[in-house]
């Protein structure tokens, strides 16, 4: 009896590492088509007298970079750090960094680790560095007070796992621009609406490995987006394991709605074609808190970083959360 149990219990290990190796193998993402509503709008941006590139330096002695924005007026209202959305990186902020300087506050725009010129693209060392720069950037630049961390789409994924954090009150506010939230939110469209190919069989293995401390493969591609091939040469066209975890929400992202305990406001498009922002308020609710979440009509997913009608929206509610 006893070699029976050893048998099978020996068979069934091997069967799961077999799974396992295999979906590592052969179970990462796609290759999207590209979307032209995500490639085609910045097309018309001007990005003339967009500043230059600073940097500061991670924990690990990396330079990480980012944009400065000055405020425009005599009396500086406060600052506000953007996060970009997946793939993309500061530049991607320009049109909204300039809205929210015209109004009289320092803005800074972040090429997130593994973005832009913060390399490499599509990769971090461990899951954590994320919020690990960004109490660094806060050290090396001091934000003017009040100050609001504000992030688009993943990165306001991203935005909602900081208020959520131990490092909370690094900020005074929090905007979250159409959140992406994680794959089991309401607001979730299936592939983000094509925006990305996701490698569901090889982060389900390296879940389970991570969850038994082996990392030694968390580099390997588990998501790929749909950017032409010129945007790919400049933008982050797939990211490994870590970062994937890492710019979102917790995977538990209830718990973040939860957790954020400061001010925190919810901006996105009724016309959003890669979430379904309907389900924001009712996500809101849920949580018991009583954050303002506005749809505003006839904005889509990237036209909400750039048409004028939403980032005036986009200022009003920044200066209306640092006004109570």
Do not use: C
């Not at 088509?33 to 995500?38: D, G, L, V």
């Not at 990186?89 to 800074?108: I, K, N, R, W």
């Not at 994680?182 to 069989?201: E, L, M």
């Not at 010129?230 to 538990?252: I, Q, V």
């Amino acid at each position: 009896m006893t070699k029976k149990i050893l048998f099978f219990t020996t068979a069934s290990v091997f069967t799961v590492l077999l799974l396992v190796a295999a979906a590592l193998v052969s179970g990462g993402p796609g290759i999207p088509a590209p979307i032209t509503s995500i490639n085609d709008p910045f097309k018309s941006v001007d990005f003339s007298n967009m500043p230059a590139l600073k940097n500061y330096q991670g924990a690990d002695g990396a330079k990480l970079f980012y944009r400065e924005y000055e405020s425009q007026g005599d009396n500086i209202k406060g600052s506000a750090v953007l996060v970009h959305g997946s793939s993309a990186s500061s530049e991607s902020m320009h049109p909204m960094a300039m809205a929210l300087a015209a109004s009289g506050l320092l803005v800074y725009a972040l090429d997130i680790r593994g973005h832009g010129a913060s390399l490499p693209k599509g990769h971090i060392a461990f899951i954590g560095q994320l919020e690990s720069d960004l109490q660094k950037f806060v050290q090396a630049v001091q934000p003017a007070s009040p100050s609001a961390l504000i992030g688009f789409s993943s990165g306001g994924g991203f935005v909602l796992r900081v208020a959520a954090s131990d490092v909370q009150t690094s900020f005074d506010s929090y905007l979250l621009l159409a959140p992406f939230l994680g794959h089991t939110a309401p607001n979730y469209r299936h592939d983000s609406g094509g925006w990305v190919s996701v490698g569901v069989p090889r982060i389900v293995a390296l879940n389970a490995l991570n969850a038994v401390g082996i990392r030694y493969w968390n580099d390997l591609p588990v998501v790929r987006f749909a950017l032409t091939e010129e945007a790919k040469s400049f933008l982050t066209p797939e990211y490994g394991f870590n970062l994937a975890t890492n710019f979102a929400a917790n995977a538990d992202y209830q718990a973040d709605l939860l957790n954020a305990k400061g001010k925190v406001a919810i901006l996105a498009g009724d016309a959003d074609e890669l979430l379904k922002s309907q389900e924001l308020q009712g996500m809101v609710q849920s949580a018991g808190k009583d954050w303002p979440v506005q749809l505003l009509p006839g904005i889509g997913h990237i036209p909400l970083t750039l048409d004028p009608e939403a980032l005036k929206a986009i200022v009003e509610q920044v200066h209306k959360t640092h006004a109570n």
